[in-house]
Every structure is written in C-alpha cells, then in structure tokens.
C-alpha cells in the first residue's frame, strides 16, 4: 500500500509512540491530523516536524473518552485534509496499582482512553470508510493485553479489549474493503514507559 496523498488520523499523536507514527506517516507522503488532549507545545512540535516532511499537519485537542469529541475529531480532520483514508488508534493512558489498591477514577481513566477511546474513534470512521468502499485501520494494542502484568489490569484489561475489538471490526468492516488490524508493542522507551518501575519492564 503506498501511503503518497493518502489522509491520516493517529491519535494521541503529540509525543511518544504517536508521534513516531505521525512523523511515518508523512514521510511516507500522508498528510496527517492527530489528537492531543491539553498540552498544546509537544502538539505544535509535532506538527511542525510534520510540516517539515512537506506534508500537511493538522493538531486536534481532544478528549478520545468522549464520544461527541471523537465524531468531532473525525468530521475535522476528513474536513481539512479533503477526506480520511488511514485512522491509526493509539491514544493510551497508564495509571498502575494493584488491584487491591487500585480506585475507580483509575480504572475508568484507563479504559476510558484506551479502549473507548479506540471504539469512539472507530465508529465515527467506520461508516466513511463503509461507504467509500476501503479504509485502513491500525490500533494500537500491548503484549500485556494478552499476557497480563502485574500492578496493571486497567491496562491490560483495555488492551485485551482492543484485541478483541479489532477482531469483531475486521469481520465487520472487511466485506466493505476495509482493513481493521492491531499490532501489540512490547515495551517501548516513551514518556509513559518511563514512569514504570525498572524491575516491572
């Protein structure tokens, strides 16, 4: 597949393995809009390198836990691109404990990014995608979604979910000319990452 003028959305795309993404992306001739929620300079910074590759940018604050933001993000970024062909999923959260210690509002917080996140922007692709008759869809997913980890089943517990909403996707979405896959990093040396304990990586 090449990726010269396609349109791409990544989001969670301001720093870390989205970014990389993004960068990617346009250096494979995508013009690209990513989301970012709050901090606005990491988001500027990736769009300038974006720019630097000739390619267009568009940066999008926004909470990938809302349903509405997520319809939002897509209408935007299919607008000011001229369409959308490649939604990348990747916005992710941690917040560890154990289970036994671990609160609602973490539990909610990570899941709610992780894999709502990845449903709220699908499902406003989808039916872009289902009606231009192809569409490429990639989310992105952890090892620790099918192992498990210890001090994380908010985290795995999302990821597994993402595998498993990848499956059910494809088998949707597949008969219309759209692909749906996942892939399931390791660890990864990012900003996230490096707030986890050495001896857990």
């Known amino acids: 597949m090449s990726l010269a003028g396609r349109k791409a959305l990544v989001t969670g795309a301001s720093l870390g393995i989205g970014r990389a993404i993004g960068l990617e992306l346009a250096a494979q001739g995508a013009d690209v809009a990513f989301t970012f929620q709050g901090d606005a300079a990491p988001a500027e910074s990736a769009a300038a390198a974006i720019r630097g590759l000739g390619r267009r940018a568009v940066p999008l604050d926004s909470d990938a836990r809302s349903f509405t933001a997520a319809a939002e993000a897509v209408e ?4 000011e691109l001229g369409g959308l062909d490649v939604l990348v999923n990747n916005a992710g959260v941690a917040s560890d404990a154990v289970l036994w210690k671990m609160t609602e509002e973490q539990w909610d917080r990570v899941v709610g990014v992780n894999l709502k996140g ?45 595998i498993g909403l990848t499956k059910a996707a494809a088998r949707e979405l597949g008969p219309y000319g759209v692909n749906v896959n996942c892939v399931a990093p390791g660890m990864i040396e990012t900003g996230m990452s490096a707030a986890v304990p050495e001896e857990f990586k």
């Open 76 to 79: 935007r970024a299919a607008g």
């Open 118 to 162: 990845c449903f709220n922007h699908l499902r406003a692709a989808a039916p872009r995608f289902k009606e231009s008759g192809r569409g490429w869809v990639v989310n992105i997913a952890s090892i620790n979604g099918l192992r498990g980890k210890f001090g994380q089943s908010n985290y795995c517990a999302s990821k597994a979910g993402v």
